[in-house]
């Protein structure tokens, strides 16, 4: 991140206000944090009081104020983290959803591309994996566009990836913020099934991972950590053991994937990759590679 100038989409949130402050501290000449909410934006320049810190209020929708924020500044890389994240507020409001996370994420490739920025390292999660809620397939349409964008860049010019992982201890809309509250209100935790497993790791894990994948990346690669499972129970009982089984909601899988069988995936030591055979690409991957996880092989 050293002497970068980069801008951050949804950076008031959760993922991006920490990635922001790992980029300054990590020597970032200049951190544009692009985001809709004011409030926020004021609380976090309170928060980090740094010259190098500049906001710019706008929507990934609209796709002149994403080229507009782009080209304030000479960027050298473009992190796309702004989504609807939460599973029920997207399958209640599947449009606004697909106006967000697709839609938007077509105004950041395509502003990135007029303005000629050199990099852009969208978010993506494991519910992108043969999915089944209107979250994860908007998840994997923003994959699908992002690695396809480099078709458009030719041999050069903007290279585009994503980071695909899983859920985050403590960010917006966990359960585990939810558990606690429970807990310290003495009402039982309600749990969907303590047999459920999902891939879990700390925010600070997931902005270095994603730090080391912007300094890889060739472009169209997705890059996904090597995570292990936790059975939902065994985190419920680390927290309560007063809990109630509610049922899994619908949509909602058993046991997530971070990588499926038919994905074209590579061991490098510190990440699988997945590549893409298209010569415009980064590497290319012509089989899987990577051990498939049983639901079984849990933390616990």
């Known amino acids: 991140m050293r002497d970068l100038?980069?801008?951050?989409?949804?950076?008031?949130?959760?993922?991006?206000?920490?990635f922001t402050r790992y980029a300054l501290e990590a020597g970032a000449r200049r951190v544009i944090v692009y985001s809709r909410d004011e409030e926020k934006q004021r609380r976090m320049r309170e928060a980090l009081p740094d010259p190098r810190l500049d906001f710019f209020?706008?929507?990934?929708?609209?796709?002149?104020?994403?080229?507009r924020a782009m080209q304030a500044s000479s960027l050298d890389v473009v992190v796309a983290a702004a989504a609807l994240k939460q599973i029920d507020k997207c399958e209640a409001n599947p449009l606004q959803t697909m106006k967000t996370n697709v839609m938007g994420s077509a105004n950041v490739i395509n502003a990135a591309l007029d303005v000629g920025?050199?990099?852009?390292?969208?978010?993506?999660?494991?519910?992108?994996?043969?999915?089944?809620?209107?979250?994860g397939a908007?998840?994997?349409?923003?994959?699908?566009?992002?690695v396809a964008a480099n078709i458009y860049r030719g041999t050069h010019g903007t290279r585009f990836s994503c980071v695909r992982y899983g859920n985050v201890i403590g960010s917006t809309g966990s359960v585990i913020p939810k558990w606690q509250a429970q807990a310290g209100a003495?009402?039982?935790?309600?749990?969907?099934?303590?047999?459920?497993?999902?891939?879990w790791w700390t925010l600070d894990a997931a902005v270095s991972f994603t730090a080391q994948a912007i300094s890889a990346m060739d472009g169209g690669e997705i890059y996904?950590?090597?995570?292990?499972?936790?059975?939902?129970?065994?985190?419920?009982?680390?927290?309560?053991?007063?809990?109630?089984?509610?049922?899994?909601?619908?949509?909602?899988?058993?046991?997530?994937?971070?990588?499926?069988?038919?994905e074209p995936?590579?061991?490098?030591?510190?990440?699988?990759?997945?590549?893409?055979?298209?010569?415009?690409?980064?590497?290319?991957?012509?089989?899987?590679?990577?051990?498939?996880?049983?639901?079984q092989e849990v933390i616990g």
């Open 138 to 146: 908007s998840k994997a349409m923003m994959e699908r566009l992002m």
């Open 224 to 262: 996904i950590p090597k995570l292990r499972a936790c059975r939902i129970g065994d985190l419920a009982d680390a927290i309560s053991p007063r809990q109630v089984v509610t049922g899994i909601r619908p949509t909602e899988k058993l046991h997530e994937i971070l990588i499926a069988p038919d």
């Open 186 to 199: 003495g009402l039982p935790l309600t749990v969907t099934d303590p047999e459920m497993t999902r891939f």
């Open 57 to 67: 209020l706008g929507d990934v929708r609209d796709h002149e104020d994403v080229r």
């Open 117 to 135: 920025v050199p990099k852009v390292m969208a978010i993506s999660t494991d519910k992108a994996v043969q999915a089944t809620t209107v979250y």
């Open 265 to 295: 995936a590579k061991d490098d030591g510190w990440a699988w990759v997945i590549g893409n055979g298209h010569p415009h690409f980064g590497r290319a991957y012509t089989s899987a590679t990577v051990p498939r996880m049983a639901p």
């Open 5 to 18: 100038t980069l801008l951050v989409t949804g950076g008031t949130g959760c993922f991006g206000q920490a």
